[in-house]
């Protein structure tokens, strides 16, 4: 049976977001591979957590262990090896985090395991299992296909796939551990949470992104008057964050952050392919630029062609107005 195997992931207590994303692509992929979608739900008291991924209509199998109460990858790799052994499914899926990427290449290379990493799609093709990624930083999109084998694996990009919502109530299954005793050469020491600035782009609806086309910080009160007043926060591209017009953690693309906000408006970037990375998973983007040439535009749902200190002071006069 071509079952698929989702690997959870939660950290200090919360269930991470790609947890849900990769539950976009698991159920037709297992479909078309004629399975079903088993969720592995590995930690300590996780039992509303488990409760949680079900109620998306999958069987999520937990083994709640005071064990596993912080990820360590041996535990991890342990009982994955010892799951796909007993559960053999057609294909492992986790996520391209920190925790996947530690994890998936020694599993990978335990197993003998056809393994894609950091893939952006996923589809089956005559039973073949196929998976998208990009090369050159997302210059190229393409389509490798995974070598026939009795499990394959892949990572997936975080926001690469929206979140689908809760649908159907699924199953949980408490499972034994397959791991009897801790591991006395590697052990979880603390978690240090990455320092985040006053905002975390990441996670904000709307976003008003600024680049090089400001020209000087003296201009940034346009781009925020602009944000002000549709409640947006401040990014920019690697230009603008270099310049110091903003701080390093509000930069977006391949060595910045990757945003999915609902709506992106952006001024004076040219749409480098390494910023275009970092704002594929936004819903609406509305560019502003001077070139009608600028790649940004391929990318964009709405372009305005024009000087940016023309059009956004009026943009947000016209804005302010229509709120009353
Ligand atoms: C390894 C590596 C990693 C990188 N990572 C990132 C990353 O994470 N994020 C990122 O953004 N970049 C990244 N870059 C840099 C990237 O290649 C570009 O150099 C950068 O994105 C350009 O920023 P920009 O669009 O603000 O500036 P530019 O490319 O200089 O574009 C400025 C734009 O403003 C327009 N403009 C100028 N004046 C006006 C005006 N008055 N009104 C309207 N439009 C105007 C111009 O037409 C132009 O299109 C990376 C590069 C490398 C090599």
């Not at 919360?14 to 947890?19: A, G, Q, V």
């Not at 360590?72 to 559960?87: E, F, P, R, W």
């Not at 903003?246 to 952006?266: A, E, M, N």
């Amino acid at each position: 049976m071509g079952n698929v195997l989702v690997l959870a992931e939660h950290r200090q207590g919360e269930l991470r977001d790609i947890s849900i994303e990769m539950l976009a692509l698991a159920p037709s992929v297992a479909e078309a591979l004629g399975g079903e979608v088993m969720v592995l739900l590995l930690g300590s008291e996780v039992g509303p957590m488990a409760e949680k991924i079900a109620g998306h209509g999958v069987k999520v199998l937990v083994v709640d262990d005071p064990l596993f109460a912080d990820y360590n990858s041996d535990k991890y790799q342990k009982v994955l090896s010892a799951l796909i052994d007993d559960y053999k499914p057609k294909l492992v899926m986790m996520g391209q985090t920190a925790q996947g990427v530690d994890l998936a290449p020694a599993l990978a290379v335990e197993k003998g395991l056809p393994f894609v990493p950091d893939i952006i799609g996923l589809e089956v093709e005559g039973g073949v299992i196929k998976a998208t990624r990009q090369l050159y930083s997302g210059k190229v999109n393409a389509q490798v296909a995974l070598k026939e084998a009795d499990t394959g694996l892949v990572t997936v990009r975080e926001a690469a796939f929206e979140a689908p919502d809760p649908s159907t109530a699924g199953a949980v299954e408490k499972i034994d551990s397959p791991l009897k005793e801790d591991l006395d050469y590697r052990k979880f020491v603390e978690y240090i949470e990455a320092e985040i600035g006053d905002v975390d782009i990441t996670q904000s609806e709307i976003l008003v992104g600024i680049g090089r086309g400001l020209k000087e910080d003296k201009n940034l009160p346009v781009a925020e008057a602009l944000a002000e007043v549709i409640k947006a926060d401040l990014c920019g591209s690697r230009a603008a964050c270099d310049a110091g017009w903003l701080p390093d953690d509000r930069q977006v693309g391949t060595s910045g952050k990757t945003v999915q906000p609902k709506l992106y408006i952006c001024m004076g970037i040219s749409g480098a392919f390494q910023h275009i990375a970092g704002i594929k998973g936004a819903k609406t983007i509305v560019a502003i630029n001077k070139d009608p040439n600028a790649p940004i535009f391929a990318e964009a749902d709405y372009a305005i062609i024009d000087d940016l200190h023309k059009i956004v002071p009026q943009l947000t006069e016209k804005l302010k107005e229509l709120k009353g």
